[in-house]
């Protein structure tokens, strides 16, 4: 009986399929856009950035490695000894990512941080170093700590709180699993502005998701880089926020 | 009567007459003559250009007509006297004087024109290397260029052959045509003014230098070539070697190997439009794919598309510029272990140079047209970044058929 019942459903379900499909392909058949609606379409999907680019090129992205261990080395400054092999693995293989992500997307990487460049290498250890805490200190302000309590929450809620829960479920104290779950947030959103800093990472999620880069180009595989170097990404980031 | 009119009244005529015979060395004429068009058209040597000379089939006419050449060159040693240089007593030259004399006397103007080309074939290069024996192209088309008038002889022809065939072969044959029918002993003035008048292009007026005591040309293109030399004139073309304008660092040997670079592109370019169903291998299109990024599916419509007729002068002209930019002369150069890194060095990391924009246009000019046909969709959509990426495969296809075809004959 209740088998029954859920094959005439399935039935009548698929009766009222083929009708929409059928209006759909009708609707689409009689469609005629106007040719301002046209525009208006072709505008949405328009690539107006695309000519911004130049192409990947080889040796600014060793300039680029050389100036994104520092910034790491300043994060891991507090880092348990015991974590360091692990941290020192996951930040090789973390490069490795996004130096295959830069050459799919074809181009050219970029260092972070303002008046920031491969220039700066040529100063002392120190100077290079001071230079990077500021850029850091800044980001992390302009990320959390200037913005008023609303807007934290609404920024982080969404992230902070499942992560927040899961931990307290794990039974470790809820101020502790709230404080580290909005550090891990804080450092991954960090932590992708020094691997893809401006618009690099909006033309890596925009070509991710592109039609017209799919047509052409292997998208599942750029997909796939993308969504490793998201937990390599969270991986790191949960391990400085211990350090931090 | 003339020794020469006697040979010729006793031994060729009669033979000519036949029109059978007369077709036959009115065909092989042609046919030197129309390879010698295209040799030149196909190369960008401008007035550098030196013909393979038709030496074997000049020769063979000898053999088609029965004919000694001895006892030629004694006829024409006994009508126009003992004190002769080479060329008066070259029988390449004989003979095809035998033919213009011919056509002179028989009306047949073809045949007497055929003859004088091939026989301006030869004074063009002996002048040629004479004035210029190691000639840069890049200054001679400076030269041309901005050194002529416009009412200059040179600068109404675009090539060496086009200057014989349109503008010396008939004002030579008008010229002295009429007192070579009277008398057949003009034809030594038709031949010596033939020569004096390609001569005159190289060098004339010439005047000793006070500081050196030497002789030299006051016109002509030896002097303006130079005078640009000199100021380091040139303009910037496809060039045959690197350093091109260094001229005492390169072997005339280097010019000859033009002819080997132009059976390469024909071979390679008629080999990939005329296998339309060549089946590229599964690996060679996923090192593609990883290389590029593009679509195994994109690249192998591609690798088709490239293949079809009317892509045979783009890709021909890709060749070419492939070939001189990264300087490869010969089979040799493309089997060597360094012509991967060679097309990747001079042509895939390469940018903004004539040579590479011109080649990213023609890359541009089937990319349009497939996406236009096949994906329904527009090329320039794509950012230049990614269309670096799309050019390359084609350039990884011409790669693959370049070593295919000359190391591998093609299997």
Not at chain 1, 164 to 172: Q, R
Not at chain 2, 253 to 266: A, G, L, Q
Request: proline share 3%; aromatic share 10%; with cysteine.
């Amino acid at each position: 009986m209740f088998i029954g019942n859920i094959d005439k459903e399935n039935e009548i379900m698929n009766v009222a399929r083929q009708a929409i499909l059928q209006e759909k392909e009708y609707n689409k058949q009689t469609y005629k856009p106007t040719v301002l609606m046209e525009a208006e379409e072709k505008m949405k999907s328009a690539d107006f950035s695309k000519n911004l680019y130049k192409p990947y090129d080889e040796v600014v992205f060793e300039g680029k490695l050389a100036i994104d261990l520092l910034y790491y080395k300043h994060l891991l400054g507090n880092l348990d000894e015991s974590y360091s092999k692990d941290v020192q693995e996951l930040l090789a293989q973390t490069y490795r990512n996004v130096k295959k992500i830069y050459e799919f997307v074809n181009i050219k990487p970029t260092i972070y941080g303002k008046d920031i460049d491969e220039t700066i290498l040529e100063n002392s250890i120190d100077t290079v170093e001071k230079k990077l805490s500021v850029v850091l200190n800044e980001t992390i302000d302009n990320l959390f700590y200037t913005l008023p309590p609303e807007k934290r929450m609404a920024k982080y809620s969404d992230q902070v709180i499942p992560m927040a829960k899961k931990l307290i479920t794990e039974n470790n104290d809820p101020e502790d699993s709230l404080k580290f779950s909005v550090k891990s947030c804080i450092l991954e959103e960090v932590l992708t502005k020094i691997a893809f800093p401006g618009v690099n990472w909006l033309r890596v999620n925009h070509l991710a998701e592109s039609e017209d880069f799919g047509l052409i180009f292997d998208q599942k595989e750029l997909v796939n880089l993308v969504e490793t170097f998201q937990t390599q990404v969270k991986k790191l980031s949960n391990y400085l926020a211990i350090s931090v | 009567m003339s020794s020469i009119k006697k040979l010729f009244d006793s031994k060729i005529l009669p033979q000519l007459e036949n029109k059978k015979m007369e077709m036959k060395v009115y065909t092989e004429m042609t046919k030197i003559i129309s390879a010698a068009y295209s040799h030149n058209v196909s190369s960008d040597e401008s007035f550098c250009f030196k013909f393979n000379l038709p030496i074997v089939a000049v020769n063979n006419f000898y053999k088609i007509l029965n004919l000694d050449p001895t006892e030629v060159g004694k006829a024409f040693k006994k009508d126009w006297g003992q004190v002769l240089t080479a060329m008066h007593k070259d029988s390449y030259y004989q003979i095809l004087l035998l033919f213009i004399y011919y056509g002179i006397t028989e009306k047949k103007e073809m045949f007497a024109k055929n003859a004088l080309m091939i026989l301006l074939l030869k004074i063009w290069n002996g002048r040629k290397s004479k004035f210029f024996k190691y000639c840069d192209k890049r200054i001679m088309k400076y030269v041309i260029g901005n050194m002529l008038t416009n009412r200059h002889l040179l600068s109404k022809y675009e090539n060496p052959v086009a200057l014989l065939r349109d503008y010396f072969t008939p004002s030579i044959l008008k010229k002295y045509g009429p007192e070579v029918k009277k008398d057949i002993k003009k034809l030594q003035r038709l031949f010596e003014q033939t020569f004096a008048r390609i001569f005159q292009i190289f060098a004339f007026n010439f005047r000793s230098n006070i500081r050196t005591g030497k002789k030299e040309a006051q016109g002509g293109l030896l002097p303006l070539y130079m005078k640009a030399r000199e100021d380091g004139l040139h303009l910037s073309v496809p060039s045959t070697r690197r350093n091109a304008g260094d001229d005492t660092s390169v072997g005339y040997e280097e010019y000859s190997t033009t002819h080997n670079r132009d059976k390469i592109v024909t071979k390679t370019t008629d080999y990939i439009i005329l296998n339309k169903s060549t089946k590229y291998p599964i690996n060679f299109v996923s090192t593609i794919n990883r290389k590029t990024n593009v679509s195994v599916k994109i690249i192998e419509q591609i690798l088709d598309y490239i293949n079809i007729q009317k892509n045979y002068d783009v890709v021909q002209n890709l060749i070419v510029l492939i070939l001189s930019r990264c300087d490869i002369h010969t089979d040799s150069d493309i089997c060597s272990k360094d012509f991967n890194k060679n097309i990747r060095k001079n042509i895939i990391s390469s940018k903004n140079n004539d040579e590479i924009n011109k080649i990213q246009r023609l890359l541009d000019f089937i990319l349009d047209d497939f996406f236009k046909t096949k994906l329904k969709t527009r090329f320039n959509k794509y950012s230049n970044v990614h269309k670096i990426k799309i050019r390359n495969v084609i350039i990884y296809a011409l790669e693959y058929n370049l070593f295919k075809v000359n190391c591998r004959g093609g299997n």
